[in-house]
């Protein structure tokens, strides 16, 4: 079973910062891409990054992109989500993945999930 736990989350007011962490077991990091997803309430669960192993490569949705960046630190085994500009809908429990591969923000595999960190921003 991989081990995934975020950390991170909380309030933060509009137009803020926020930087997330997800640090992972080695067999649930090593060698496969990471991602983040987030689930407002009362919504799924959406795609928000995802990092390559290299970290040569990333993927966002189009609601984050130049506004989030994610990152990677293989050594610690662990991936960011850096948050700028935060919006009110950006409020969410943002959940870490181990992903089995990654081609875009539509094509992507799980294969484990973090328990989820909540991002609360106020307006």
């Known amino acids: 079973q991989g081990q995934l736990v975020e950390s991170g989350g909380g309030l933060v007011q509009a137009g803020g910062s926020l930087t997330l962490s997800c640090a992972a077991s080695g067999r649930t990091f090593s060698g496969y891409p990471m991602g983040w997803f987030r689930q407002a309430p009362g919504k799924e669960r959406d795609f928000v990054a995802a990092i390559t192993w290299s970290g040569g490569g990333a993927y966002y949705a189009d609601s984050v992109k130049s506004r989030f960046t994610i990152s990677r630190d293989n050594a610690k085994n662990t991936v960011y989500l850096r948050m700028n500009s935060l919006k009110p809908e950006d409020t969410a429990v943002y959940y870490c993945?181990?992903?089995?591969?990654?081609?875009?923000?539509?094509?992507?595999?799980?294969?484990?999930w973090g328990t989820g960190t909540l991002v609360t921003v106020s307006s």
């Open positions: 993945a181990s992903l089995a591969y990654v081609a875009g923000p539509d094509t992507y595999g799980i294969r484990y």
